[in-house]
Structure formats: C-alpha cells, structure tokens
DNA sequence: CAAAAATGACTGACTAGACAAGCACTAAAA
DNA sequence: TTTTAGTGCTTGTCTAGTCAGTCATTTTTG
C-alpha cells in the first residue's frame, strides 16, 4: 500500500456529515460534505463506495457510539432496577449532549438508504441492553409480552424523553426522571 | 371562476401520493406521482403550487384524517378510562387499516420539508385529544410531569404499538391491548 | 544510501441523468 | 367570447459518481 488512507480523513468525514445532514437533511450533496470536511469532491468516494455506503456507516457508528455510551460503567452487581437506571441516566447523558447526533440518528432510522444488513449490524452491538431488558421484563407486568414489542416501547419512550428534553434542556434532570419512572410502570417489577 | 378546480382531482393528487411515497419514498418524482393520479405533470401545479407545497398538504389531511377517526363515536359520559381506550382502539384500528398512510405519516413528520406552520395547524384538529389526555393526567403519577412530555409519550407509545402490530398483525388485538395497558399504568389513575 | 520506479490516495473538472417548475397551447366552462 | 383548468413538452438547475492526471509514500535496485 503505497499511501494509506487516513483514519483522520474518514472521520472528517463522518463528522462533516453529521455537521451537514443535521441542517440540510438526508438529500444534503456529497460535495457538501466533502467540502466541509476539507477534502476534494472525489475522494469521498475513496473513503465511501458511494452516497449510500457513507450513510450505512455513518447510522452504524453512531448507533454504536451510543449503545457503549450506555453501557459504561454499569454495575453489574447492583439491584436490576439500579442497573437499569443507570442505563437510562447515560442514554439520556449521552442524547442530551450530543444532539446534532441524535437528530441525524432519527432521519437515519427512518431513512429507506439504510439496508437491513446495516440494521442487523447495528442491532448486534446492542445485544447486552436486550440481555438487560429481558430481566426487566421478566418479572414484570411485561413477562407475557413479546419481547420486540417492548423493546421498542423502551425505545419510544426513550425517543420522545430526549426529544422533550431538546426542548426544555434547563430542566433536563427531572424530565429524564420523570421518562424513567414512566419506563419502570410499564415494565418494572418492583 | 371560469372553469372550476375539481375537488376529484384534487383528492386523486393526494391519494396517488400516498401510492408512489410508500415504495418510492419523499423523493418521488412529481410526475410519477401527476402519472399515478391520472393527471398530467403540469396540472398538479396548479393544485399544489410546490411539491413542497403538496407534502403539507397532504401532512394536513392525513393528521386530521387520523385524529377524526380517533375521537368517532366517543361514549361522552363513560369512565375517563374507557373514553380513553375506546380512543386508543379507534387510533389502533385506523393505522392498522391504513398501513401506507401510516408508513406516509411516519415520513412526513420527520421531514424537513413540513413546515412548522403546518405542524401548527395540524395540532389544533387534535386539540379534543389534548382535553382527553389533560382529564386522564390530571389525577394520575404524572400529574406533576409536563403536558408536553405526557403527550409526547402517548404519541410514542402509540407509533411503537402501531409498528410492532404491522409486523405481526394476526395479534393486532392483543398488542393493542398491551400497548393500552402500558399507557394507562403510565399514566392513568384507576 | 541514493534515486528511481511502483503504488494508490487524492484532486476537481466533467458528464449523464433526473427533476421541479415553466410555458405555449388546447379544451371546457361560464 | 372570455376565462381558467388542463396538457405535456421544454428548460434550467442540481447532483451522484467518474476519470485522467498529480503527488505523497513505500519498495526496489545499483
């Protein structure tokens, strides 16, 4: 390999597309993002095969980045609800402070450019939530549901807290609260 | 008026959207759409002065549309609780019998396309809606919480219920049911 | 240790196609 | 006869992706 491709570069781009979509939407212009990024038109097809590519990554990176936000520093030996909450205050931690990432996630999650490889992929990098969640439902109300259906409730709800929360940041801490003491009477058992 | 605009054309416009928006996505030509309806390309024009102009039109219709299905033939006098299944069940019942309105919805909402004027006017045909939901809230756990996040929450519990039922519709009625109960222990009072 | 050859990342002008909207014209209503 | 809806071809603009050439970096060779 004569001249590496640059880590650095990528994740200009990635950023740069963050920075781009959260403002001109999905259908903002490659060229765009290249420019913003500070590379030439075409070298954003070096980095990413095509439109389309750069999108499935970029939805795969941040879905990651969140899903380990979430995670960090769980306690595994403490009480399930403890544990839960804990999850949600760093979700919500994360969400809040990053919101340009957020809203780009959205119209990536909805978006028909991203394949159901991607979705998969994504989906295995947040196998030790549905681990979490499983023990949540089990002794709950939930324990005769299926179990996508609460998880995507779960999602929703974490969804429409953080989009409330977009709006009133000031108040932030007692929304999230309020969000997850909401999640803990759907599915909670104690 | 010389020659009057024919409401039939109008409506053709409208639901062919819907058609060509649910396999082709927002980005669907106008003139797939014009070809759709029957219609030639420029004649949508002089219903829809943008295509932009048609996307919060349609956003419009279908939001009022989803709202009148939901409050027809409220029992008046019934329980508080019962006022409130009957119209979850109304909203359950119209998405799951309008799938590609719900799939257009779910489009529209996230696009930026819509302008915040049309999301105004489209929340005043659910202001019934807001009554129902303030009664219900008023005496329940969330009677500290925002109006806003309370709502936000029944919108999204509503849209996780609705999609999870578009996966597995044999069991319509038992999500249904799941997903009210999960509201009401949100935040109901009895 | 040159130096030159091989590699492939990088550039940005360019192309081919798509699309929203305009327009000149025709048909229908008043 | 006037006015406006309706038509579908045309136009100007925009954009994803290409490509011929350049240049930084590594590898080979005398």
């Not at 979430?70 to 306690?75: E, K, M, N, R, V």
């Not at 839960?84 to 996630?105: D, G, I, L, Q, Y």
């Not at 947040?126 to 089990?138: H, P, T």
């Not at 309020?178 to 058992?189: N, P």
């Amino acid at each position: 390999m004569a001249r590496p491709k640059s880590e650095d570069k990528r994740n200009a781009i990635l950023a740069a597309a963050i920075r781009v979509i959260v403002t001109q939407g999905l259908s903002a212009p490659t060229a765009t993002i290249a420019h913003e990024a500070g590379v030439a038109n075409g070298s954003l097809f070096t980095y990413f095969k095509t439109k389309a590519d750069l999108l499935n990554q970029l939805y795969l990176e941040l879905k990651t980045e969140m899903g380990t936000a979430a995670l960090a520093g769980l306690p595994p030996d403490a009480a399930i609800r403890d544990q839960m909450f804990h999850f949600w205050s760093n979700w919500m931690r994360w969400a809040t402070s990053n919101p340009e990432k957020r809203r780009v996630m959205a119209q990536l999650t909805v978006s028909e450019e991203i394949t159901p490889e991607t979705r998969i992929a994504a989906g295995k990098s947040m196998a030790r939530i549905g681990e979490l969640l499983e023990q949540v439902r089990a002794y709950g109300p939930m324990s005769e549901a299926p179990m996508g259906l609460v998880a995507q409730m779960m999602d929703a709800l974490v969804t429409a807290t953080e989009n409330y929360i977009l709006g009133d940041p000031d108040n932030a801490e007692a929304h999230s609260r309020t969000g997850f003491e909401a999640l803990w009477r759907i599915m909670g058992s104690a």
